[in-house]
Nanobody, 127 residues
Framework: QVQLVESGGGLVQAGDSLRLSCAAS????????MGWFRQAPGKEREFVSA????????RYRDSVKGRFTIFRDNAKNTVYLQMNSLKPEDTAVYYC????????????????????WGQGTQVTVSS
């Protein structure tokens, strides 16, 4: 069993930055591809970013490319989402997710692939 705990959300103004963290328990973090998703009020949960076990392989939704960066620290069992130049449309609850026993170079966009989810952290961007 893996537990994921997100932190780092908050209320910021447009143009500000936030760094989300997702700390994973257990010894399977290094064997897991990780992802960030978000859900805005009244909307479906959507993919934001993903990183493979190999930290060099990442993927982003188009609307956050060039503004968000995903990275991981396997020594700390933590994946991060650095969010710069935030916009009001980035307002959502952000969730991290882990896939168990992932191929080394694979990133996953489909949320149904992921086996474990965190409780979410709220990000609110005011205009």
């Amino acid at each position: 069993q893996v537990q994921l705990v997100e932190s780092g959300g908050g209320l910021v103004q447009a143009g500000d930055s936030l760094r989300l963290s997702c700390a994973a328990s257990g010894r399977t973090f290094s064997s897991s591809a990780m992802g960030w998703f978000r859900q805005a009020p009244g909307k479906e949960r959507e993919f934001v970013s993903a990183i493979s076990r190999n930290p060099s392989f990442t993927r982003y939704r188009d609307s956050v490319k060039g503004r968000f960066t995903i990275f991981r620290d396997n020594a700390k069992n933590t994946v991060y989402l650095q969010m710069n130049s935030l916009k009001p449309e980035d307002t959502a609850v952000y969730y991290c997710a882990a896939d168990r026993d992932s191929p080394y170079y694979t990133t996953f966009v489909d949320q149904n692939v992921y086996d474990y989810w965190g409780q979410g952290t709220q990000v609110t961007v005011s205009s």
